[in-house]
């Protein structure tokens, strides 16, 4: 039997009851997406959620285990899939990338519990690499007045252009983005649910923040060191999504305080470095991705420490 490490407490939570409250803590965030954009970001989110239910009822069918689809992983893996979508976006795109997130990101690994990587960022990679052209379609809020596509604020700034910092409209979702991740008033109201709730703690969202929020200020200004416009880069892409529902993802990030701090610090770190040296103009999925892989070596070296257990002693 593998269990995590110790020591082990007895708690009423359950895989079950987690996954459905993160998902309830989404809905708002899904709300604001269809507000935003339009009624056709909701056949996005349907098409994802039933691809990825589906494709698990159909993989647990012919695996001959216990069908578990109803403890809502299935649900939430293709909930998040959804959030990280351009609004206007071809419906089998969901489909295919709820596949692969559930398929490939998950039940290769041997179901809940055992995969290395989130899966939903899995599914994410999977369409950016396959279908780039449709993963960077945007639109803008319906009552835009202008052109109907146009970069994100990010992308913008890759670019070599200008936006303006409306911190209001990048707080409410007035700008062109996902559909979960542009409105953060959204994400941090279902986030205040779980952290009241104690389903997450401070520990990755705090100083995957933070540290995002530090290396930009220092060396994202147009004007010299610690110029940089530290609102516009946390409100501007997916951090808020990324920092509170997926890098916090039980199973991909670790297991001890200490662990989760290196995770979120690593997470900001990687980020920022995308961000500003690659191409691509947003770097929260590859990060959370990239340090999903570390997280073995982190709970390695973060491990407390055996009561009774003298220095420089083993245990066998």
């Not at 351009?86 to 998950?106: C, E």
Request: glycine share 10%.
């Amino acid at each position: 039997m593998i269990v995590s490490i110790a020591p082990h407490i007895k708690d009423r939570g359950s895989t079950r009851k987690i996954m459905w409250a993160v998902t309830f803590a989404l809905i708002p965030a899904g709300a604001a997406g269809a507000f935003i954009f339009g009624i056709e970001s909701l056949f996005i989110i349907a098409v994802s959620v039933v691809s990825a239910v589906a494709t698990e009822a159909i993989i647990l069918a012919l695996r001959r285990q216990e069908m578990t689809v109803s403890d809502g992983s299935a649900v939430l893996t293709g909930l998040l899939l959804a959030y990280n979508l351009p609004p206007h976006a071809p419906l089998w795109l969901p489909a295919a990338g709820a596949f692969f997130a559930v398929a490939i990101g998950k039940q290769v690994f041997g179901g809940l519990g055992h995969n290395i990587f989130n899966p939903a960022l899995a599914g994410r990679a999977f369409l950016m690499v396959s279908w780039p052209g449709y993963m960077t379609s945007w639109q803008l809020p319906r009552w835009a007045p202008d052109s109907i596509s146009r970069a994100t604020p990010l992308a913008v700034l890759k670019e070599g252009g200008t936006f303006s910092a409306d911190y209001l409209g990048l707080f409410l979702g007035n700008r062109g983005g996902c559909i979960g991740e542009v409105c953060a008033a959204a994400l941090l109201l279902g986030a205040a649910y779980l952290f009241l709730k104690k389903y997450i703690t401070w520990h990755i969202p705090l100083t995957y923040i933070l540290t995002l929020a530090a290396f930009s200020w220092a060396f994202n200004g147009r004007t010299g060191i610690f110029t940089g416009d530290i609102l516009f880069y946390c409100l501007s892409g997916g951090l808020i999504l990324g920092a509170f529902f997926m890098a916090t993802d039980y199973v991909t990030s670790p297991l001890t305080a200490k662990g989760r701090v290196i995770f979120g610090a690593g997470c900001g770190l990687l980020t920022f470095l995308i961000r500003k040296c690659s191409g691509y103009p947003e770097g929260v999925s590859y990060a959370i991705l990239i340090m999903n892989a570390v997280v073995p070596i982190i709970d390695k070296y973060t491990h407390p420490k055996w009561f009774g257990l003298k220095k420089n002693e083993t245990v066998i």
